[in-house]
């Protein structure tokens, strides 16, 4: 059984910075594509970043400017995303994903796992 298991969300005001981290459990290859999504209230799921197997390729919601850098540490099976200088908008449930299916790694359907969650808040 495949888990996947966010920490590091909270309340935080804007300016401030977070780091989520995404630890992967079960029989699944840790070495491939993952990333992080986000789900505001009323809006549909969509891709932040996405990183290569090992980590070499990274890519980005071209909403977000640069202020998001994500890292994989695949001897730890974890993916991580560290959040600069955090807005308001960035208000959301972010969601870390596996089971890389392609064809574009910012899109929800080319993941099959999915984890529970956890609550990025932004106060102004």
């Known amino acids: 059984q495949v888990q996947l298991v966010e920490t590091g969300g909270g309340s935080v005001q804007a300016g401030d910075s977070l780091t989520l981290s995404c630890v992967v459990s079960?029989?699944?290859?840790?070495?491939?594509?993952m990333g992080w999504f986000r789900q505001a209230p009323g809006k549909e799921r969509e891709g932040v970043a996405a990183?290569?197997?090992?980590?070499?390729?990274?890519y980005y919601a071209d909403s977000l400017k640069g202020r998001f850098t994500i890292s994989k540490d695949n001897a730890k099976n974890t993916l991580y995303l560290q959040m600069n200088n955090l807005e308001p908008d960035d208000s959301a449930i972010y969601y870390c994903?596996?089971?890389?299916?392609?064809?574009?790694?910012?899109?929800?359907?080319?993941?099959?796992?999915w984890g529970q969650g956890t609550q990025v808040t932004v106060s102004s």
């Open positions: 994903a596996a089971g890389y299916r392609g064809p574009h790694a910012l899109r929800t359907s080319s993941y099959r796992y």
């Open positions: 079960g029989a699944i290859d840790s070495t491939d594509y």
């Open positions: 990183a290569s197997p090992y980590g070499d390729s990274t």
